[in-house]
């Protein structure tokens, strides 16, 4: 299984940022996906998930109405929109699947700076 996440980078307060994971060495399109962060200091949370289909998504409540989440099963990737970027969205950001055991990509610098 391989995970590649991209996208990250530096923007400013109210910016927009869109990352991608591209997924391989699985049956993408039957599992669950999620996206998680980590900031300095903190514990890696949970940011965003999407079922099989992408019928169904569930977010934070940090970035509901400013996150979303989505997938297209032909290219084995999944995304995240990040919308009205906040400073307090400074993380590493991983993507991940849980298939015969937990698997995290390298992780994408996100940085929310004036």
């Known amino acids: 299984v391989q995970l590649v996440e991209s996208g990250g980078g530096l923007v400013q307060p109210g910016g927009s940022l869109r990352l991608s994971c591209a997924a391989s060495g699985f049956t993408f399109s039957r599992y669950s996906m999620r996206w998680y962060r980590q900031a300095p200091g903190k514990e890696r949370e949970l940011v965003a998930d999407i079922s099989s289909t992408g019928g169904s998504t569930n977010y934070a409540d940090s970035v509901k109405g400013r996150f979303s989440i989505s997938r297209d099963n032909a290219k084995n990737t999944v995304y995240l929109q990040m919308n009205r970027l906040k400073p307090e969205d400074t993380a590493v950001y991983y993507c991940?699947?849980?298939?015969?055991?937990?698997?995290w990509g390298q992780g994408t610098q996100v940085t929310v700076s004036s």
């Open positions: 991940n699947v849980v298939w015969t055991r937990e698997y």
